[in-house]
């Protein structure tokens, strides 16, 4: 059993039952079930059932808006307008995406045969989702998975299982079958199972890198197909012709967005040295205006941290920092897990505050001199995630962002994605992508057919095309 914690004050709201680890196996088995039944379904089946699920994303706003801030802490308006709108966007392009799943042609590749490329589903998906986008990561999750022809079982966050068990009850209200979306709740001990059992084909994680290593640890023994979205230490480049003040209102926002737990945050701000002091202080002028305050608020631009031990562990991150503290630096007195919004200026490159993955509103600042070690330094780190970078020269930007290590930069922003647009790291970041059209083909697979058409002639010894 799982105690829910509400993080804006510190008070239980529900006792959430864990799934007993020998459950998960039939929760796969009904899963697989299901499976056999959904892979035989039309694109348009599919695509159909999808708009059916958004539609009913949006009913429900009002109950999935009261669950997810009960459990995250995130302000209201910010899931309610924004995040929960988002999901349903992206179900509806998945389920465009579904109708668009196919292979890459036929042609004679070998004389005397045709051969087709299919794209067919790979089965059971065992996913696991985090507790900082608990629904948006279930859509990502399950979006392009069923329309990919799939059956899904998902092991959401202990701190965060409701929006996903509702959003897996809408599934089967949108039609799709009863077992083709499974829940199953509790610890890593739980998640080791499903990432374990037999009949899962293939893994898909959102979560620490830490987390990404002991999956692909768990998943070597099937062997099954992995993807894995995991951490990130989102540079921002800013050269000294940088509109400052646009620069400090759009680094703030990636980096308190969530109250910074994002693995895509604004974490390092790279300035060049002629302009350091102004953008410092830019940044914290931005910084002082980001109220923490009651989700329920409308005054409130970021919630609390998750749990009191999350607050505990960016404290310390903080407390330990090289550098000087600008603004902030300290927990928010009073119930909840509130952190403040918290700058740090001129930290060595290579020290914890720099290289790890705080998972709070914390940036930290240094300089650069010239684009070369710009780019050494925004690449100095196990991470890949995400960047930006702040110029009005176009040239540079271009330049700058194809050397960088990342699955996406944006110029002169910090923190927009979009439904068709991929989503994923490289290096410590992971592999695979979530959105997109590429998303749904993380989902299947490409099967070779080949046809002899060729009259029937005396049977030769093999020989390779």
């Known amino acids: 059993m799982t105690t829910l914690i509400n993080p804006a004050d510190g008070r239980a709201l529900a006792e959430m039952p864990d799934t007993p680890v020998a459950s998960v196996a039939s929760a796969v088995r009904a899963a697989r079930e299901a499976f056999e039944q959904w892979r035989e379904t039309t694109p348009g089946e599919r695509a159909r059932v999808l708009l059916r699920l958004a539609d009913l994303v949006e009913e429900d706003a009002e109950e999935l808006t009261r669950l997810e801030v009960e459990e995250t802490g995130k302000p209201a308006a910010v899931f309610r307008d924004g995040e929960l709108p988002f999901a349903a966007d992206n179900l509806r392009f998945f389920a465009g995406a579904a109708r668009s799943l196919e292979g890459t042609g036929a042609g004679v590749l070998s004389a005397g045969y045709t051969s087709l490329l299919l794209r067919r589903p790979i089965g059971v998906v065992g996913s696991i989702t985090p507790w900082n986008f608990p629904f948006v990561m279930a859509v990502w999750k399950i979006g392009p998975a069923v329309a990919a022809g799939n059956a899904v079982v998902i092991k959401p966050a202990p701190r965060t299982p409701r929006t996903t068990l509702r959003l897996a009850a809408l599934v089967a209200r949108a039609g799709a079958p009863e077992s083709l979306v499974q829940v199953v709740t509790g610890g890593a001990d739980v998640g080791e199972a499903l990432v374990a059992d037999p009949g899962v084909d293939m893994v898909s994680v959102t979560g620490s890198t830490e987390t990404g290593r002991a999956v692909m640890r768990g998943a070597v023994a099937g062997p099954k197909r992995v993807h894995l979205e995991l951490g990130g230490k989102a540079p921002a480049l800013v050269f000294a012709d940088a509109a400052l ?30 302009r350091y002091g102004e953008a410092v202080e830019a940044l914290r002028e931005a910084l002082a205006r980001v109220r923490p305050g009651d989700p329920w608020s409308a005054g409130a631009d970021i ?13 310390g991150f903080v407390s330990r920092a090289s550098g000087r503290v600008v603004h902030g630096g300290r927990p928010v007195d009073g119930p909840g897990f509130y952190y403040a919004p918290t700058l740090i200026a001129d930290a060595e490159q290579s020290s914890e505050i720099v290289q790890g993955e705080v998972f709070g509103p914390v940036l930290v600042a240094l300089p650069f001199e010239g ?47 979009a439904s068709e647009a991929p989503h994923g790291g490289v290096k410590g970041s992971g592999f695979g992508k979530d959105m997109s059209h590429e998303a749904v083909l993380e989902y299947s697979a490409t099967r070779h057919l080949m046809i002899k058409h060729a009259a029937p002639r005396e049977r030769d010894s093999f020989r390779p095309a």
Do not use: F, K
């Open 303 to 315: 919630g609390p941290l998750i749990s009191a031990e999350h607050r505990d562990r960016v404290h």
């Open 245 to 274: 003040e646009d620069m400090a209102a759009g680094v703030v926002m990636g980096a308190t967005y969530n109250t910074g737990q994002d693995c895509t945050a604004a974490t390092r701000v790279y300035v060049e040295r002629s």
């Open 371 to 417: 684009e070369d070690e710009a780019v050494r330094l925004a690449n100095g780190t196990p991470y890949g995630l995400a960047s930006s970078v702040w110029s009005s020269d176009v040239s540079r930007a271009l330049r700058v962002s194809h050397r960088l290590d990342v699955g996406v930069t944006w110029v002169n922003d910090h923190l927009p994605i």
